[in-house]
C-alpha cells in the first residue's frame, strides 16, 4: 500500500521560497510523482510532474521557471522547492502518484495515491 505524506508548508511572504517534502512509502518504484494545488474555490490543478528516476520533468507554465522538483531515491522522498513566491501560489498542495508516468500527467484522474495535502500562504 502506498501512502504519501506532505511537510514543509507555511506562511512566507511574497517573494520568499519554501520547500515542501512529500514521504512515500510503500512500492512506489517506477511510479511518477506529482504535485498539484487546489486554492479556496478552485479545482485541484497540476504544478509539476516527474518519473520516479527523475528524467521526465514537467511544469505547470504558472510555475515555470520558480518551481523545482528533486527527490531523494534511497529514502523516497519528494521534494518541491519554491522560489518567488506570489499570493497566487496560496494553496493546499498535494503530492500524488500514478504507476507510470501518464502522457496526460496534468489529469489528476491518472493518479490513484494522494496525500493528505500541506497549507502554503504567501502574503503581500
Known amino acids: 500500500q502506498v501512502q504519501l505524506v506532505e511537510s514543509g508548508g507555511g506562511l512566507v511572504q511574497t517573494g520568499g521560497s519554501l520547500r515542501l517534502s512529500c514521504a512515500a512509502s510503500g512500492r512506489v518504484g517506477g511510479y511518477a510523482m506529482a504535485w498539484f494545488r487546489q486554492a479556496p474555490g478552485k479545482e485541484r490543478e497540476f504544478v509539476a510532474v516527474?518519473?520516479?528516476?527523475?528524467?521526465?520533468?514537467y511544469y505547470a507554465d504558472s510555475v515555470k521557471g520558480r518551481f523545482t522538483m528533486s527527490r531523494n531515491i534511497p529514502k523516497k522522498m519528494l521534494y518541491l522547492q519554491m522560489n518567488s513566491l506570489n499570493a497566487e501560489d496560496t494553496a493546499i498542495y498535494f503530492c500524488?502518484?500514478?504507476?507510470?508516468?501518464?502522457?496526460?500527467?496534468?489529469?489528476?484522474?491518472?493518479?490513484?495515491?494522494w496525500g493528505q495535502g500541506t497549507q502554503v500562504t504567501v502574503s503581500s
Open positions: 500524488a502518484a500514478a504507476p507510470t508516468l501518464p502522457s496526460d500527467y496534468a489529469d489528476r484522474e491518472k493518479y490513484i495515491h
Open positions: 516527474d518519473n520516479w528516476s527523475g528524467s521526465s520533468g
